[in-house]
T-cell receptor, first 115, second 115 residues
Framework: EAGVTQSPTHLIKTRGQQATLRCSPI?????VYWYQQALGLGLQFLLW???????NRGNFPPRFSGRQFPNYSSELNVNALELEDSALYLC??????????????FGEGSRLTVL | AQSVTQLGSHVSVSEGALVLLRCNYS??????LFWYVQYPNQGLQLLLK??????LVKGINGFEAEFKKSETSFHLTKPSAHMSDAAEYFC?????????????FGTGTQLKVEL
């Protein structure tokens, strides 16, 4: 069974540009989570989507946005890139909504470098 | 609100020695607790989790953790370290109530295993 897949693996952009990262969850999972892992800052929660809707958002500016498609895949967009956006962006999936059941399944991440 | 504190951003042990990685949490509701491991250039993999029931939880690769409510701790241990255990370890907490599996992570502990 395929795990969570993310693309691209690496992405290099310059300040002010836009970046788009993509994630395909495990088959049967309807929830997708995005985390930012910047050097020295651990994992910071960005966004949670379930059944096509944004359910929760972390403490990030509006230039971080995303969406979830009918097939439950998701995309993260970062507009007006800044140098500090350089990080590993991790996508995770889980069974959908409802009471908290625990485990997130992570992809290997997309490394964004902003020059 | 929930938070996780991991004491020691870097821990070094000798091969065969005890591994102890410390995690303290703060949660206003009963927590679910997790330990994840991240090998270089990879995503996160679940080591073990505590949801309800037995407070001593066994995970993969010989790791275990004990939930101590009175100490708000969930320390990770392994009796005998192996070179392959060298990785970054993250403790995480999520709320029992509410929807979704949004996790709040600690800043991570880098484990180094020396010969």
């Amino acid at each position: 069974e395929a795990g969570v897949t993310q693309s691209p693996t690496h992405l290099i952009k310059t300040r002010g540009q836009q970046a788009t990262l993509r994630c395909s969850p495990i088959s049967g999972h309807t929830s997708v989570y995005w985390y930012q892992q910047a050097l020295g800052l651990g994992l910071q929660f960005l966004l949670w989507y379930d059944e096509g809707e944004e359910r929760n958002r972390g403490n990030f500016p509006p230039r971080f946005s995303g969406r979830q498609f009918p097939n439950y895949s998701s995309e993260l967009n970062v507009n007006a890139l800044e140098l500090e956006d350089s990080a590993l962006y991790l996508c995770a999936s889980s069974l959908g909504g409802g009471p908290n059941t625990g485990e997130l399944f992570f992809g290997e991440g997309s490394r964004l470098t902003v020059l | 609100a929930q938070s996780v504190t991991q004491l020691g951003s870097h821990v070094s042990v000798s091969e065969g020695a005890l591994v102890l990685l410390r995690c303290n949490y703060s949660s206003s509701v009963p927590p679910y607790l997790f330990w994840y491991v991240q090998y270089p250039n990879q995503g996160l993999q679940l080591l073990l989790k505590y949801t309800t029931g037995a407070t001593l939880v066994k995970g993969i690769n010989g790791f275990e953790a004990e939930f101590k409510k009175s100490e708000t701790s969930f320390h990770l241990t392994k009796p005998s370290a192996h070179m392959s255990d060298a990785a970054e370890y993250f403790c995480a907490v999520s709320a029992v109530t509410g929807g979704g599996n949004k996790l709040t992570f600690g800043t991570g502990t880098q484990l180094k295993v020396e010969l």
